[in-house]
């Protein structure tokens, strides 16, 4: 890591929260629904204190961009927003589907990687992952959304990761896949490495040009009782 940053996400059910300065890493993963936005301000701040560190004092803010709940999605974009506007940082949105591919990379050593997660309305966020060979976790394709039975099959064993494996337990097998129950929701502390190359390639942007990604149009949205 080369940039002191604060990474956070708040578009699933969990709340995740990273913070990397001065070589060492501080971490907060809760999964509580719908309370994200009491917990996050204070949560950020709990790391900061233990950090010792001020937010001036880091380099960036790494943010969730989605694709996720619309509330979550928006509260990480507007949280993050709001506190590069104050320490006049700059910002860098990372994929939840490529935090979660990353993170497979790194605990199982594997190569090739499928992010969904439940999109509801009987559709799934999905993307498909690669490491190439100069060893870069590369976005195969696009980040789409679609129906669960249009999720296409593999001729090799291919690792699955997110919460659509559980909510259609069904597809992994008809489609070749090897799930990783223990990755099921994306985690900010992954979303640090990608952060990291992003600022040090001069990929971030100011506070007023950071963008939410939907995936799915917001205009055909219908929310459901008891979802976000």
């Keep these: 890591m080369k940039h002191n940053l604060l990474a956070i996400d708040a578009s699933t059910e969990a709340l995740s929260l990273a913070l990397y300065f001065n070589g060492q890493t501080y971490r907060h993963f809760e999964v509580c629904p719908q309370q994200h936005s009491q917990k996050i301000l204070p949560e950020i701040e709990q790391l900061l204190t233990q950090a010792n560190c001020q937010l001036a004092d880091l380099d960036g803010i790494v943010f969730g961009r989605g694709p996720g709940s619309f509330t979550g999605v928006r509260i990480s974009v507007a949280i993050a927003q709001g506190l590069a506007f104050s320490a006049k940082l700059r910002l860098v949105g990372v994929s939840t589907l490529e935090a979660m591919a990353l993170q497979a990379v790194h605990q199982f050593n594997v190569s090739e990687v499928l992010s969904a997660i439940d999109a509801r309305m009987g559709e799934v966020y999905l993307a498909h ?77 100011d506070a007023a040009q950071a963008q939410p990604h939907y995936v799915r149009d917001t205009v055909t949205w219908k929310k459901l009782p008891g979802r976000e």
């Design 129 to 205: 992952y690669q490491v190439s060979s100069e060893g870069y976790l590369a976005l195969v394709g696009n980040e789409i959304v679609c129906a669960p039975e249009d999720v296409a099959s593999f001729d090799n064993p291919t690792v699955a990761v997110g919460t659509a494996w559980q909510a259609y337990p069904e597809l992994a097998q008809s489609n070749n896949l090897e799930v990783k129950d223990a990755i099921t929701l994306p985690d900010a502390f992954y979303m640090l490495e990608i952060g990291d190359k992003a600022f040090s390639q001069g990929l971030s942007v």
